[in-house]
């Protein structure tokens, strides 16, 4: 027994016995792999990780922690879907499983403030956008979604602002109809970049704006369009400009006179041509070409009547000279 009554244990030996195997080292060259560096997380990924981990940690519960999991694992899922090549499907389930789990934690787009718009809906803007009941906040690309509204034609410029955590505020500015432009039959509306915003309808707001027709008219629209409305007595009496060969223009009066301008000097040909009407009635004669194609020198062509009455006209006079010296 020990100092304190307790029963000691045995002091005896004991016996001897084999001695404890130790673990066998691998042979040199042949030591186990290393596991491989895990591949990095998709942002998805690490979205949803966060979000899993500060629900499971909030007021919001067990329930939605689980449910949360769910979106994990599925996000995963598309994350290897994308690995193997399906891009664009998973994608969309991505996206749609980001949202599902950003709009459980709050984030799910409530109000979207849209200003601006005029000729186009904002149905049709939120389609474009992307923006749908299921949107969240969190994953909306704000500069993807101005990108695909200035793609529109309507749309000049678009700003996108998220307001955490559940509002996005659109601002648009359209373009204005500024010219009607037909080419290969057909007539459009527009702006002032060239860039057609709508087909032509009888709509009283497109009745009065310019017409140019051909190829290239459309690219050179302002030049004619702002050197006609500087002489409004001029542009009242032109019915189209038609571009020649992209380079020149030919004005269609509405009387049925074709006014041929020169490629160079556009402001100078107008102005001629307007002191000619002035001073000599040129527009109101029975003419059907005006030729201002060179400098210094104005060619014009009778209509055929006018040709005829001239030649008739020649020829009596002719005629009376013939006898008168006789």
Partial sequence: MDGGGRVAGTLRASKPGPARSRPALPPPGRHKRLPETPRPASRLALLLRRISVALTA????????????????????????????????????GRDLGDAAANVAGFKVAKVNLSGQNHVSPAEILRVAGIKGTTSTLLIDADEVRRKLEAMPWIQSASVR????????????????????????????????????????????????PIVVGDGAETHVVEIVEA???????????????RVADRRWTLKMRNGIDVRLPEDGLDGALAELMDLDRSKKLLSRDITIVDLRLPGRVVVRLSQAAADARAQMLKDKAKAKKGGAA
């Fill in 162 to 209: 998220k307001l955490y955590p559940d509002r996005i505020d659109i601002e648009v500015v359209e373009r204005q109809a500024f010219a009607l432009w037909q080419i290969n039959g057909e007539i459009k509306v527009i702006a002032r970049d060239g860039i057609p915003i709508a087909p032509y309808s009888d709509d009283s707001r497109y009745v009065s704006l």
């Fill in 58 to 93: 909030s007021r919001i519960g067990r329930r939605s922690a689980s449910l949360l999991s769910l979106f994990v694992i599925g996000g995963f899922v598309a994350y290897g879907t994308v690995i193997g090549g399906h891009a664009e499907a998973a994608r969309e389930i």
């Fill in 228 to 242: 006609l409305a500087r002489r409004p007595e001029l542009a009242s009496q032109v019915r189209a400009a038609i």
